[in-house]
Every structure is written in structure tokens, then in C-alpha cells.
């Protein structure tokens, strides 16, 4: 109420505030200032924790985690952000990309973190990669996707099908001539993958999510047989659940995102057209975003909710009256993902439609 009674009077008073303002924030005089209070911060508190530094999202997001993100601030101008959580007083750190690369390893060194965590080969630029992992910190990989060896990440090839994995990678090099790489810094297959190994043979230790992207990558890299663990925690490809619909009741299931093909898009439009001409009495839910709403909008048995956050997605289900969540992705890693999701969230698994 005062905001709105005033703001107008300080407008009125100081009519060149907003472009000082503005000048201000461009300007940012108190950058450095701001920039060595962190970095020494950083150096100072976290080293008690002993923490491990993910690129990527961690496994468990409570309690103090520490996480390294890329950010394509524009076309080719990449920066690196440390985010910092559950230590009061610290939050993020940014890093121009390569200007602050040597500021990124000095900090991280000053950090005492105990290890590196990389995860994919295909959200992060190579050279940062490459950076990241040249020996200065230990590092395991935890592998979630095939983007190590297929430029593809998920080797989904037309109508996202996933491709039989040839073992000719002049096979592999026409599909990417003609659909394009989904990984930064693609040159050509074979230096792709060699790469790939020299990354591999300086971990210090190997994991895979499921035991089909283990035998995947044992498959290109067999030298690698005896270093890639079994990740006992792996829910590996979850059992195809059908769920027995009866015609007259209502049945939702909520798809927790659409918003690309390795996340199930087309499947979604598949399930969707097909319980229609079943005339099955379903709706999906969609809880997230999609790759294209006014395409999913002209089915009239899926219903946008909108993006919801992780701390409402309980709400929205029960709000929704949601029954199920629905596993569509044709990529492993992404079915394990909604999997557990929907153990957390105590709801069954759909991965097709049948009238009962």
C-alpha cells in the first residue's frame, strides 16, 4: 500500500532515478568489492564441509550442496555459476567463461572440495569439460546418458525413436549430417570419442544410471568392461505398466513435462490420439512445460497446468485429482527419472493405455 502511494511521489521527485538506477546496475561499481567478499567466503567456510562439486543437478537436493551450471548467456558466450545451498550467507558465484576459468580453479582448490561430479557429456560446452577434468581435482563420472560416444545424447534418430546403436560409425556420422548434433563442440565422430576415452581414463571412478547405458558405453568402449560399475541404486528400466481404463470413469494421469522429445512429446501425442480413437475416458495433466502448447492444446484430452514447482507438485496432483503419472520418454535415463519420481510421489506408473 505505501509502495503504491509513493512510489509516484519518488518518481515525481527524482524524475532521473530510474536511469540513474539503471546506470547503476550497468555499471556495477561495487563488482569487485562484491566479487572478492564471496571468493574469500568461499574459501573461508566451505572447506568444512568437504563437499563434492556436481556438474549437474545432485542426487539429493537437501541440506548443503554445491553444483556447477552452464549458462549460455548468448549465442558462443558461455559463463560458469557455483551455487552454493544451505549456507547462510552464500548463494552464487559466476564465472566469465574462459576469461575467469583460472578464478574457477583457484576457487574450488581454496574450497577443499573432495571431488568432482560429472554426469553428461552434452550440456556443458568441451571445453569446459576439458578444463574441469585435466587432473587438478578428482573426478568420478556417474553416466546418465549416451552423449559420451552419440552426439545425439539420447540416440533418438526421426519421430524420436531410439536408433539400434550401430556399431559402423559411418552410420553414426550420416545420422548427425542429417539431424544435427545435441552436444556443443561436436567436430567429427572419431575425435568425438576419443575424447570421450582420454576422459574416461583419468576418472577416478565409473558408474552408470542404468545397466542399458553401462552395456551401451562397454559396447564402444570395451577396455572400459571392468571399470564401470553397477550403480546399485539404479532403478534400471522401470516394468511397463498398463493401466486397465473402464470406459465411462474419468481417469487423470499427470505427465510431470513434455518439453522435449527424449522427455516423450510425440508419445505424449501418441497416447493422446489413441485413447481418443479407443474413446477412453483420459485426461492428461501436463504439470510442466511443453515443447510446443498449442500443439498439445488441440487435443482435447490434454490439459496444460502450467510449470509447478517441485514443492507443489503434491498440491497439483491431488488439485488435478491425478491417479497416475505417465512414463512416455522413449530414453531410459529420463523413464528412471519419472520413475522416481513417482515412488516419491506414492503414485503408479502408465507407459500405455487399454480399455479393460
Not at 575425435?191 to 542399458?212: G, M, V
Request: proline content about 6%; charged content about 20%; hydrophobic content about 40%.
Amino acid at each position: 500500500r505505501l509502495v503504491a502511494r509513493n512510489l509516484h511521489r519518488l518518481h515525481t521527485r527524482y524524475p532521473h532515478h530510474s536511469d540513474e538506477y539503471g546506470q547503476y546496475l550497468a555499471d556495477d561499481p561495487l563488482y569487485a568489492l562484491r566479487r572478492n567478499t564471496q571468493r574469500h567466503w568461499l574459501a573461508s567456510v566451505v572447506p568444512q564441509y568437504q563437499g563434492t562439486l556436481h556438474m549437474g543437478t545432485p542426487e539429493s537436493e537437501e541440506g548443503v550442496t554445491f553444483t556447477l551450471k552452464p549458462i549460455e548467456r548468448r549465442p558462443g558466450q558461455w559463463q560458469v555459476v557455483l551455487i552454493i545451498t544451505g549456507i547462510t550467507g552464500l548463494d552464487a558465484i559466476a564465472y566469465a567463461w574462459p576469461r575467469q576459468s583460472s578464478e574457477l580453479r583457484e576457487d574450488i582448490l581454496a574450497a577443499g572440495f573432495k571431488s568432482l561430479e560429472l554426469k553428461t557429456f552434452g550440456e556443458w560446452p568441451a571445453s569446459i569439460i576439458d578444463h574441469l577434468t585435466d587432473g587438478f581435482i578428482p573426478y568420478n563420472l556417474t553416466l546418465e546418458d549416451y552423449s559420451g560416444y552419440c552426439p545425439r545424447k539420447y540416440r533418438l534418430i526421426r519421430n524420436a525413436i531410439v536408433c539400434g546403436d550401430p556399431a559402423d560409425t559411418r552410420e553414426c556420422t550420416a545420422c548427425i549430417a542429417e539431424l544435427g548434433p545435441l552436444v556443443y563442440d561436436y567436430t567429427g565422430m572419431i575425435p568425438w570419442r576419443e575424447r570421450t576415452q582420454r576422459i574416461f581414463s583419468k576418472a577416478n571412478k565409473i558408474s552408470a544410471l542404468s545397466d542399458d547405458i553401462r552395456n551401451a558405453y562397454i559396447r564402444r568402449f570395451p577396455i572400459l568392461s571392468k571399470r564401470i560399475a553397477k550403480n546399485k541404486t539404479s532403478l534400471n528400466s522401470p516394468p511397463a505398466s498398463r493401466l486397465a481404463i473402464k470406459s465411462k470413469e474419468p481417469l487423470r494421469i499427470a505427465v510431470l513435462s513434455a518439453r522435449s522429445l527424449d522427455e516423450g512429446y510425440l508419445q505424449l501425442i501418441e497416447q493422446a490420439n489413441k485413447a481418443l480413437k479407443q474413446e477412453l475416458a483420459v485426461e492428461f495433466i501436463v504439470l510442466g512445460a511443453t515443447l510446443n502448447d498449442t500443439k498439445l492444446q488441440q487435443l482435447p484430452n490434454i490439459h496444460l497446468a502450467g510449470v509447478v514447482s517441485q514443492t507443489k507438485i503434491q498440491h497439483a496432483l491431488r488439485l488435478h485429482d491425478c491417479c497416475a503419472i505417465a512414463n512416455f520418454s522413449p530414453c531410459t535415463h529420463r523413464k528412471i527419472q519419472v520413475a522416481k519420481a513417482a515412488q516419491h510421489l506414492d503414485l503408479p506408473l502408465v507407459q500405455d493405455c487399454i480399455t479393460a
